[in-house]
Nanobody, 120 residues
Framework: QVQLVESGGGLVQPGGSLRLSCAAS????????MGWYRQAPGKQRELVAD???????NYADSVKGRFTISRDNAKNTVYLQMNSLKPEDTAVYYC??????????????WGQGTQVTVSP
């Protein structure tokens, strides 16, 4: 079994910053891409950013220049540094990871979600 545990969400004023963390644990042989998605009320879940095991990154246009994704492969942990937050960034943020739990078993895993609220 593989678990993803997120932390770091909360309430912040517009222009503020938050840092999300997501740690993978359990039966992990190797971790491939990791990323962050978000879902606002009444909207579909969307990709925020992702990062390969080699460190290549990809961002949604709406967060480019404001958010930074990074990872610590030794800790199987991915981070999302969010700066210059806007009210439209308000959503539940979900961690996602592609993980080999055995040399021949590749799965996609999700965290439980963490609420980020940007409001005066």
């Amino acid at each position: 079994q593989v678990q993803l545990v997120e932390s770091g969400g909360g309430l912040v004023q517009p222009g503020g910053s938050l840092r999300l963390s997501c740690a993978a644990s359990g039966s992990i042989f190797s971790t491939y891409a990791m990323g962050w998605y978000r879902q606002a009320p009444g909207k579909q879940r969307e990709l925020v950013a992702d990062i390969t095991s080699g460190g290549s990154t990809n961002y949604a246009d709406s967060v480019k220049g404001r958010f930074t994704i990074s990872r610590d492969n030794a800790k199987n942990t991915v981070y999302l540094q969010m700066n210059s937050l806007k009210p439209e960034d308000t959503a539940v943020y979900y961690c996602n990871a592609r993980i080999l739990s055995t040399p021949s078993t590749l799965g996609t895993y999700w965290g439980q979600g963490t609420q980020v609220t940007v409001s005066p």
